[in-house]
């Protein structure tokens, strides 16, 4: 279980839908936090938010310290100069969200390069990176917690989501390889793979959602719960929804193919 004054979390993707969840259930808890992404403004905003003394929901003591770092992680030093940041400032985060992600919604052969490129960089790139340097400061304390944002994507990969899809099953069988390595490090790795969810993501993809979508849509509330109790209790893939458990189930039992002309049926 997490403690305050004992944990310190660093979430990537803070800026907006499940990141935000995550960053204000934890500082519920009175969590610590590092909060990053690229646009500073509305980190500096949620931080405000999460240290609001008026709040009252929790007592002065256990007020959060919450730290704003805004990083790039798709640009090829962008790792790099957050890692050197947090060590500049002598912290050393006991949790690593890697949450940051983004898909573009597109036919592969007409994606621009640069495009694909930044859709690796920063859903998979970038969490490998993190994870190997903080995740050695972690063993090395023997404390800690490391889970990665993947998506349903991930179990039935979706047609114009190539990229996407398959940078998210990196994550899964990263996580599943890392975790038996580090199974008697104190570090714990785990993998949330989330359906549809409202956040701003469609909308960074150029891609209107279909009523299927919206029907079967996940509250970022709902991912963040799911993800922070599975991290806690160590579980090493999370699917939230009773919806997308059953899916995943069923994707197991059918032919790859039909998996993902399932998933093209549902998004287009
Ligand atoms: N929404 C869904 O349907 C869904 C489903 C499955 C999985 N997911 C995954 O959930 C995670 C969170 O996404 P979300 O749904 O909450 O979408 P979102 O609202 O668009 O949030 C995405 C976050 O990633 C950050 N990010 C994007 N590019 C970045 C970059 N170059 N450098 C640093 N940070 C960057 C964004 O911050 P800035 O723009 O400020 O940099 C933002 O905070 C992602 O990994 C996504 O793939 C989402």
Known sequence: MLQPGRDLALITGASSGIGVQIARQLAARGIDLILTARRRERLEALAAELTDRSEGQISRSEMPTVVVIDADLAASDGPDRLLAELAARNLAPTVLINNAGFGYFDL???QSRDEIEAMIAVNLRAATILARELGAQMASRRRGYILS???FAAIAPIPRYAVYSGAKAYLIAWTQALAHELRKSGVSVSVICPGFT???FHDVARHKKTRLMQLIE????QVARAAI???ERGQLV???GWWYKLNAALTRLLPRSWA???S???VK
């Open 108 to 110: 592969f052969l007409e």
């Open 149 to 151: 944002v993947a998506s």
């Open 198 to 200: 409202r956040t701003e």
């Open 218 to 221: 996940l509250t970022p509330e």
């Open 229 to 231: 109790r599975g991290m």
């Open 238 to 240: 999370i699917v939230p």
């Open 260 to 262: 993902s002309a399932m």
């Open 264 to 266: 093209a049926k549902a």
